[in-house]
């Protein structure tokens, strides 16, 4: 599925509506804020991580790629068991695309002290990942290294969506050098001079580049929050970013 849209970046440069794909977002928390306004003609994966957000998120249009999971900011808050059985009946009715967003977050002090139950809950999802073949959306911050732990088992899915991927490019490589059919996507932060971000952009092989907007998060200074609509001008800089290997 991915792959397709990855390309479709390549073979755009106006964007138009026809074009237009966001790896990941979250509808739920949009659509309770009022900007849930999706453009015509568009695709995008929305995580929803409570039985609350997936019901609002169920009932989107049919363009929102369907995706859930136990997010690892909310190890220590959540109900492991309940949540793991509420996935693993929407696998069995096949209600969802992707698995996630799921792994590791251990940027503040208070979510490194979940660091146990981060690891429990993405053990479960991988699990059902290989189970049902599905791909997975991964967000990691400040642990890329785990992601080298588990790639013998990441190389046995699917795909896997990095979102917002945080590393240098030598890591993003490496993880496809390893075998795993890994795609990552980049949102605002390549609007924000992240050097990481455009690096990424820029080396990596174009057809595993894929737009988001993680919205309502990841704004601007200045912005309230980021809306879906935000993934064209995104795309754009995409294309900016890579069309400069060609000139340097």
Known sequence: MLEKFAKNIQNNTNFSQKTLFDAHFHYAVCKEMGICELPENWQGISCAHSRHEFEIQSAAPAGVIQ?????????????????????EQLLIKNLISFIGEAGFDYFTEEFRNAATLQEEIFNIQLDLALNYKKPLVIHCRKANHKLFEYSKKLKQLPEVLFHSFMGPPVEAQALLN?????YFSFGKQLLNGNKKAIACV???????VLSETDAPFQFLKGELYT???????ISTQIVNIQNQRYQN
């Open 227 to 233: 809306t879906p609509s935000d993934v064209k001008t």
């Open 178 to 182: 390893r075998g795993i059919n890994g």
């Open 67 to 87: 995706s859930y999971g136990m997010h690892p900011q909310n190890a220590a808050n959540e109900n492991i068991k309940e949540s793991a059985a509420f996935l």
């Open 202 to 208: 820029r080396e990596l092989p174009p057809e595993r």
